[in-house]
Structures are given as structure tokens and as C-alpha cells.
């Protein structure tokens, strides 16, 4: 990971927020991603999302596990607090953290390999909490950190860079956050900033625990079947490969299409996407009808795109156990430790 600072040289015509900060004031270290990496793309639209909404950057905490989407937390919000957790348990401190200061932003960033794999159980729970927090799964298929291997969320007949095929069913983070109960469930492309920006804000802004799965492609280990950068099109077609310490720089992939379209999107490997947005008309308070949505569109090879569902009604974590209002570093001792009298009618209660 990166801890190169950002020159801190901005345009003097910069716009401003109600807090006097412009929208470098929310970035971060110098990134050491692949050049196009989708997730800096994410990065870039997370900074502006934070801009617009003024936060302010003391207010914000940042978590994140293991992987290529674990480092984007230090490429953003500079001024902010930051854990990085060990592989998959990045929700249990960020459910920590938000019990103990409700007041706090919390942003957790992670991947498809962190969360659908040995972060799964910890997902499940964290959603059954309900904390206020916005949590990103960075989704590309592959664990590009450790060399490409399938992730949970890998389509069926996607290649590897040895030229093996995935044949086991994918996870949609999407049908499961809607399946355990989330209130806020939304998808992006990290190419979209026009849309992943009000997305980001709304998740930031719901009040309970928002997850945004944002398809976000690896330029390096992105080899579906029939790509031109797999073993099996490099023999096929006897191209030399390239060095494997070397990773070409590419063009982040960006897309730009209206509400109702359907947008095929070629990746840097050559395979593509379909992309959905929504109509505006969609109705994302209906969960029932919102999963069946996602999965009729997933039969015709469709990621659908915007904000899916949501449940502004549902209690969050501290409305539901009537905690207090003040961090807990802010409430006298006296209001931390009541006293054996009280302990002893606590457990009176269990007797």
C-alpha cells in the first residue's frame, strides 16, 4: 500500500463546500493500483460524494479487510480515521466502531473475495445489525492481489489466466443483501460516475446500513472466455506475453447511458458486460418484486444498475437498542460504571 501523499497543489478556482474545503481536500495517498483499475474510479467518485455532501473528514472512519479493493481506503478522505481489518472480519470492526460513536460516517470498502468468501458470515451479520454505514463491495471476479484466482462472485465459463474455467454458480451480492433483510441495496458500474456519485450520497445518507456492489473491472487478471490476454488465445494465436511484472497502462472504462437502456460495456480483456440502468419509474420499496427484477435480468446476462431497494422505515442498530446519544469516550465514568448496585439488579432481571 501507498503512503506517498498527494501534492497538495490546488486550482485556485476550485469550488468550495459550506466547510471552505474543495474537492482535493478529500483524497488521499497516491494510489498503487494498475493504471485503469476500475477502482480508482470508485476512489474518484467516493471523494466527490464526500465533497458534496460536506463531511467533515474528522467525522469520517474508513475500514476495509484484505485485497486490491482493502487498499482503496487510503486513496481517499486523508483527514479521516482508518482500520484496516484482517481477510473478511472488516464488519465486525466497523460494527464496533459505530457502537461506540454513532456520530461517525462510516465507510467500509471491500471486495468480492473478501466478502463472498471468508467474509461472508461476518457480511450476513452486519446486515442483521443494521449500523449506520455505507459499505462498498468492489467487484471484479478475481483475486487480482494474490494473481487472479476465481472469486465467489466469478461467472460461469469465465477463464482464468491458466486458461481454466469457472463452473461454479456466482454469488450476487445484490440477491443476497436483499434476501437477509438490507434496507439500502444498490448497484453501480465504476465507469458510471454520473450514476455511482447520487449513489454513494443516498448510501451515505440513508440513515442504516447501505451496500452498493460496484462492478468494477481488473485490467490484469480479467480473462473471460475468449479474451485476447488468456493462455488459451496466446497459444491459439502464438503471441508472445508480456512480462509479467509489467502491467501495460490502460484507459479506465467509462460509460455514459440513460435510465431504461441496456449498455454493452467491453472490458480491457475483450469480453463484455450488459448493463441495466433502471427505469424512473422503478419502485425500489418492493423488495419481492426487486429480487425477482435482478434475477429475471440476470437470465438475459444483465447487471442491472441504480438504486434497487431500499427501506427507509427500518430501525438502525442504536434506535433498536436505545443506546446513547454520546460517543463513548464522551460519557463520565460514572455512566460507564453505574456501580455494583446496579449490576446486581441487572442480574436479577436473568434470575
Do not use: W
Not at 481489518?85 to 462510516?106: D, E
Amino acid at each position: 500500500m501507498s503512503f506517498l501523499p498527494k501534492p497538495k497543489v490546488a486550482h485556485p478556482g476550485l469550488p468550495l463546500n459550506a466547510l471552505g474545503l474543495n474537492r482535493r481536500d478529500y483524497e488521499g495517498v497516491m494510489s498503487t493500483l494498475c493504471a485503469g483499475c476500475g477502482h480508482d474510479s470508485v476512489t474518484a467518485a467516493i471523494v466527490q460524494a464526500c465533497f458534496e455532501l460536506e463531511l467533515p473528514p474528522h467525522n469520517v472512519v474508513k475500514f476495509s479487510g484484505i485485497g486490491c479493493s482493502s487498499k482503496t481506503t487510503a486513496y481517499f478522505v486523508a483527514g479521516a480515521h482508518g482500520f484496516n481489518a484482517v481477510h473478511g472480519r472488516m464488519p465486525s470492526i466497523a460494527s464496533g466502531a459505530h457502537a461506540a460513536n454513532r456520530h461517525l460516517h462510516s465507510i467500509g470498502v471491500s471486495g468480492d473475495g473478501d466478502s463472498l468468501s471468508i467474509g461472508l458470515g461476518q457480511l450476513a451479520h452486519v446486515i442483521r445489525r443494521n449500523p449506520r454505514m455505507l459499505y462498498l463491495i468492489e467487484n471484479n471476479g478475481v483475486y487480482g492481489l494474490t494473481k487472479g484466482q476465481f472469486s465467489a462472485s466469478a461467472d460461469v465459463g469465465t477463464r482464468s489466466r491458466r486458461g481454466d474455467v469457472n463452473e461454479q454458480r456466482p454469488l450476487d451480492p445484490v440477491l443476497l443483501a436483499l434476501a437477509l433483510g438490507a434496507p439500502f441495496v444498490a448497484r453501480g458500474f465504476s465507469g458510471d460516475r454520473e450514476q455511482l456519485v447520487p449513489l454513494l450520497k443516498a448510501g451515505l445518507s440513508s440513515g442504516g446500513f447501505a451496500l452498493i456492489d460496484v462492478l468494477s473491472p481488473c485490467v490484469t487478471f480479467n480473462d473471460h472466455e475468449g479474451s485476447t490476454k488468456s493462455y488459451a488465445y496466446v497459444r491459439e494465436h502464438r503471441e508472445a506475453p508480456v512480462a509479467l511484472d509489467y502491467i501495460a497502462p490502460r484507459r479506465a472504462i467509462e460509460a455514459s447511458y440513460a435510465a431504461g437502456e441496456v449498455l454493452p460495456v467491453t472490458l480491457h480483456d475483450g469480453s463484455r458486460v450488459l448493463l441495466r440502468k433502471l427505469e424512473p419509474d422503478y419502485d425500489p420499496t418492493d423488495r419481492t418484486r426487486a429480487a425477482a427484477f435482478v434475477q429475471e435480468r440476470a437470465l438475459a446476462n444483465e447487471y442491472v444498475t441504480g438504486l434497487i431497494y431500499m427501506e427507509p422505515e427500518r430501525r438502525d442498530f442504536h434506535t433498536r437498542h436505545n443506546t446513547a446519544d454520546a460517543a463513548l469516550n464522551a460519557l463520565p465514568f460514572a455512566r460507564l460504571c453505574p456501580g455494583a448496585g446496579k449490576l446486581a439488579e441487572i442480574l436479577r432481571e436473568f434470575r
